[in-house]
């Protein structure tokens, strides 16, 4: 079965640094979605940075460009979301998901518009001044 973990979430301060991690196992296939979402109680899940496994491509809201960067291990089948300068806003619970390719890979409201999709159990990152 298809597992999907995530890990290295916190507490840290405004200003501090996170790097989460995702691992997937099992998804056999070659090209995929793999991303991050996040969400705050009482408001919809958002999507955050993607890869498309296979072709390389990223994408990250333009909103976090200049603080997050998205880098993958192939042979860990792990992605990795570096946080940096992280603020109050970003206060969430961080989840990692896994789904087709449909075009591309990014996002369709609170998910990647593709079928089949696996999720983490989420991560929480908590900023504090």
């Known amino acids: 079965a298809v597992q999907v973990e995530e890990s290295g979430g916190g507490s840290v301060q405004v200003g501090g640094s996170l790097k989460l991690s995702c691992k997937v196992s099992d998804y056999e296939r070659e090209s995929y979605c793999m991303g991050w979402f996040r969400q705050v109680p009482g408001k919809e899940r958002q999507g955050v940075a993607s890869?498309?496994?296979?072709?390389?491509?990223?994408y990250i809201v333009p909103s976090n460009r200049d603080r997050f960067t998205l880098s993958r291990d192939n042979a860990k089948n792990t992605l990795y979301l570096q946080m940096t300068d992280l603020k109050l806003e970003d206060t969430a619970i961080y989840s990692c998901?896994?789904?087709?390719?449909?075009?591309?890979?990014?996002?369709?409201?609170?998910?990647?518009?593709?079928?089949?999709?696996?999720w983490g159990q989420g991560t929480q990152v908590t900023v504090s001044s």
């Open positions: 890869i498309e496994v296979g072709r390389g491509r990223t």
């Open positions: 998901e896994v789904a087709t390719v449909f075009f591309d890979c990014t996002f369709d409201g609170s998910e990647f518009r593709g079928a089949g999709h696996y």
